[in-house]
Structures are given as structure tokens and as C-alpha cells.
């Protein structure tokens, strides 16, 4: 099974291209936002456990965040892979990850980054802020601030699984189509 960990700062383009991945491929997209707000509004037990959490300003334990991983994956047991997006943003999680996939047999395929400048990053989100609505979209302090966030706790991440050889970078520049295409044959080298 394919466990495609996608990889890169906000705005470098990964929901874009998990879309393409997901339909060339047959592959599950889970990004963990997503997967709160569907476990939350649905008020599943793990939800609501993430919701006391989170109305306390805390972050959600990784515990409960790869409970509700492995309730997705168990919950689709057909699909050709999974692309993880938005996870794992630490090492902890990384960890956690790989434990709870080699409980279930599997472990990560590859991790691919989408690498993009940050001046070019800003620049997207600045522009995606027009029509988002979101106000963390609109104020380039606050998108730098992201980016740096990023940098310095989900980059580790990357190296921890370049350690194993699973690591590497596309450049996030350039056509949808045109990263697509480098992300396909990262894609196929690893089969």
C-alpha cells in the first residue's frame, strides 16, 4: 500500500495537487483539518474529545489525532494508499505515525515536499486571502509568521524521514501541471 506523506508550507500548492494525486491514483486524501471538523461536526466520541481541547485553547493530543487516523484508514480498507496532508507536523507525530502504520503492517512510502520560496508562498497566500475570507490569509505578518512556524517544526519531520531514505523535495514552482507530472514519477520511483 501506498503512504504518501505530501509535504510543504501553507500555500506551497499540497491541496491543489492531492486532488490530481487522489484521482490518478485511487488513493484516500486525509488532511487532518478536515478530519477534525468532520469528526466534531459529526459529534463522534473522538470529536468531542478534540472539541474539550480545543475550547480550552489546547493543542489536541497526538494520541487522539492518530486515533482518529487509524479510525479512517481501518474505515477504508480498499483504497490503493493514503495521502497524508498537515501530518505529521512534528517529529512526536512522525513517530506515532510510523508506529501505528507498522501495527497495521504498512509503513510511509516516501515523504514529498513541495518546495516554493517564501517570498513566492506569501505572494500565494496573499492572493488566496482575496477569496478565502480568512484573515490569516490576508495579513503578511501573519503569513510569515506561519511560514516560520513550519520551518522550525515540521522541517524536522522531513529529516527524519530522509534518515531512512524516504525524504525528498519537488520544486513547487511552475504549471499544476508541470509539478504534477515531477510528482507522478516521485511517485512511480517509489514502487
Known sequence: MLNLILFGPPGSGKGTQAAHLVEKYQLLHISTGDMF???ISNSTELGQLAKSYMDQGQLVPDSVTIA???KRVEDNPGVGGII????PRTVAQAEALDEMLAEMGTGISGLI????PDDEITKRILLRGQSSGRSDDSD???IRKRIDEYKSKTTPVFD????AGK??????IGSVEA???QLCEAIDALG
Open 68 to 70: 482518529m487516523l487509524r
Open 84 to 87: 497524508y496532508d498537515g501530518f
Open 113 to 116: 515536499a513541495l518546495d516554493v
Open 167 to 172: 525524504s525528498l523535495k519537488i520544486n513547487g
Open 160 to 163: 527524519h524521514y530522509a534518515k
Open 179 to 181: 509539478i504534477f507530472g
Open 37 to 39: 471538523r468532520y469528526e
Open 140 to 142: 503578511e505578518a501573519t
